[in-house]
């Protein structure tokens, strides 16, 4: 098993959806979930940040964490064209937990119509 | 966030030459330094890990001497591909993190391919 697991996708869905992404993981450690988005040719860009269990809300973005299923997810309401990119889930222990090393999932290629 | 550079952002070698990829953190002091290689429709693999004044820590399966790694400050770490290989042409990029908190922010990129 991996230790984190996203799907590839690719999703596509209309423009004004409701987006939900997801990624689950195995190492208990895990405390600090990120989400990134990467256009093509890019680099990443962080879009949210969570530290342990619970909701984190910023605009149109909503991630959350539950470490009791091991699973983060992050919504995007109203998607618009230029959401379109690849979505990267990322997680690490932290430096005080023994790894300050991000683990990635594959990525969400995401693709909004208009 | 922090504000990252790279440079150059693309670059094109012949065979056998050595390229070297500066990562330049413009507002952010950065005491950790990662860099990632992407392959195509790929995620990110982590190559090395590099702190302020020390050597890198390389992941398993990525040659040292291949792969030059300086972090001589705060906000500049450079990467060097020596003799490069057309294998080597790939996406290359760097992350910064500071002393406090675990999030990293990524550099553009750069492009290297190798003929």
């Known amino acids: 098993q991996k230790e984190v697991e996203q799907d590839p996708g690719p999703l596509s869905v209309p423009e004004g959806a409701i987006v939900s992404l997801n990624c689950t993981y195995s190492?208990?450690?895990?405390?600090?979930f990120m989400w990134y988005r990467q256009y093509s040719r890019k680099g990443p860009e962080l879009l949210m940040y969570?530290?342990?269990?619970g909701n984190k809300e910023d605009g149109r973005f909503t991630a959350q964490v539950d470490k009791s299923s091991k699973y983060i997810s992050l919504f995007i309401r109203d998607s618009q064209p230029s959401d379109s990119a690849t979505y990267l889930c990322?997680?690490?222990?932290?430096?005080?937990?023994?790894?300050?090393?991000?683990?990635f999932g594959k990525g969400t290629k995401l693709t909004v119509n208009p | 966030g922090a504000v990252v550079s790279q440079h150059p952002s693309r670059v094109i070698c012949k065979s056998g030459t050595s390229v070297k990829i500066e990562c330049r953190s413009l507002d952010f002091q950065a005491t950790t330094m990662f860099w990632y290689r992407q392959f195509p429709k790929q995620s990110l693999m982590l190559m090395a890990t590099s702190n302020e004044g020390s050597k890198a820590t390389y992941e398993q399966g990525v040659e040292k001497d291949k792969f030059l790694i300086n972090h001589a400050s705060l906000t500049l770490s450079t990467l060097t591909v020596t003799s490069a290989h057309p294998e080597d042409s790939s996406f290359y990029i760097c992350?910064?993190?500071?002393?406090?908190?675990?999030?990293?922010?990524f550099g553009p990129g750069t492009r290297l391919l190798v003929l």
């Open positions: 190492n208990s450690a895990f405390q600090y």
């Open positions: 969570t530290y342990s269990s």
């Open positions: 990322a997680m690490s222990a932290g430096s005080q937990g023994g790894s300050e090393k991000l683990v």
């Open positions: 992350s910064v993190k500071g002393s406090l908190g675990e999030t990293q922010y």
